[in-house]
């Protein structure tokens, strides 16, 4: 979990937070998404804090449970997360110049951007509302539909009539 990497995950979370809140949740609590949108923001922004000064330790368990993680500070794992999806591989660590800290403001102002247009994106799939579909409505069968009527020689569809 880092600054950038947390941006694929407030995507995933806005889209699946709208199929959640379209199959069950409007019905029950129209501001659902919203409030479940405020809680994760919420509680990403104060782990992402925590690891960053150095508060919550997540850097050193990591190493510690992983070889190819090396120790290090919060703020450097937090700009180098992605180095957990590295099985054995480089070890090269990115150096922070001074400035970054305002760049991971920056880019943690942005999430709830990301959160909203992964909730976009959910909507355009889904649909909002239960009489809406959304673009998947395209590929899914009709539920309870009878099977097309069978057609056999001499119904009067498909053949000419012979009068004599």
Not at 96 to 109: F, K, N, R, T
Not at 137 to 164: I, N, Q, T, Y
């Amino acid at each position: 979990m880092g600054f950038v990497s947390t941006i694929a995950y407030m995507l995933v979370a806005g889209f699946v937070v709208q199929l959640w809140y379209r199959r069950s949740l409007r019905a029950r609590w129209k501001d659902a998404k919203f409030f479940i949108g405020n809680v994760i923001i919420a509680a990403t922004w104060i782990l992402q804090y925590l690891v960053y000064i150095d508060v919550l330790p997540l850097p050193a368990v990591l190493s510690a449970a992983f070889p190819w993680i090396p120790p290090q500070s919060g703020r450097t794992w937090m700009w180098n997360s992605w180095q957990f999806w590295q099985f054995g591989g480089g070890q090269a660590l990115l150096d922070i110049p001074a400035g970054m800290s305002q760049v991971a403001v920056m880019l943690a102002l942005s999430y709830p951007l990301w959160y909203f247009l992964g909730i976009w994106i959910g909507r355009c799939a889904f649909g909002n509302k239960s009489y809406q579909h959304g673009a998947l409505w395209l590929f899914s069968v009709e539920k309870g539909s009878a099977p097309a009527p069978r057609l056999e020689p001499g119904d009067g569809e498909g053949e000419p009539e012979h009068r004599p």
